[in-house]
C-alpha cells in the first residue's frame, strides 16, 4: 500500500529509482555490519552491541558516543510512534466530519496510547519468562536465553 502513495507522489522513474537506489545502500548497509561482527566476534569475546564494535577498533571514547547515539536513536524511535499513533487516536475520537466536537486532548491521547504500550511491555515480558521456563524443559542443556 505504501508504494502507491509514494509512486503516487514521484511517478514511475523517480519512484523505481529510489526504491532501487535505498534497496541497495540497505543491502550494503547490512552487507557492511556483518563484515564487522564476522571479523571482530569470537567465542571469548563476544559482540553484544554496536558499541563494542566501535571500541575494539577506535576505543573507549567512540564506544561511549555510539551507545549514546543508539540511545537517542530509540528514544527518537518510540517518540515517532508514540506521536504517530496518539495523532490516529486523536482522529479517531473526533468522529466523522467532526460529529464528537474537538475529540479527546491530545495529551490524554498520548498518555492512552503510552499506559497501553505499557501493559503491552508487561504481556511480553511475561510471553519472555514462559517461553523460557517451556524451552528450558524441552532443552535443559541450553538454557541461556536472555529476556
Request: proline share 1%; net charge positive.
Amino acid at each position: 500500500m505504501i508504494f502507491r502513495w509514494a509512486f503516487s507522489n514521484t511517478g514511475y522513474g523517480p519512484g523505481v529509482a529510489l526504491y532501487t537506489v535505498f534497496g541497495f545502500m540497505a543491502a550494503v548497509s547490512g552487507w557492511y555490519v556483518w563484515g564487522v561482527y564476522m571479523h571482530t566476534d569470537s567465542d571469548r569475546y563476544p559482540l553484544r552491541d554496536f558499541g563494542q564494535a566501535f571500541f575494539r577498533v577506535y576505543g573507549q571514547t567512540a564506544r561511549h558516543i555510539i551507545n549514546v547515539l543508539q540511545s537517542l536513536q530509540m528514544f527518537m524511535l518510540v517518540a515517532v510512534l508514540i506521536l504517530g499513533l496518539g495523532g490516529s487516536i486523536s482522529q479517531i475520537s473526533i468522529g466523522k466530519d467532526g460529529v464528537n466536537g474537538n475529540g479527546l486532548c491530545f495529551i490524554v491521547c498520548l498518555l492512552i496510547l503510552a499506559m497501553l504500550g505499557k501493559f503491552n511491555i508487561r504481556a511480553l515480558s511475561t510471553n519472555c519468562v514462559l517461553f523460557r521456563g517451556i524451552y528450558g524443559y524441552m532443552d535443559s542443556e541450553h538454557t541461556d536465553i536472555k529476556c
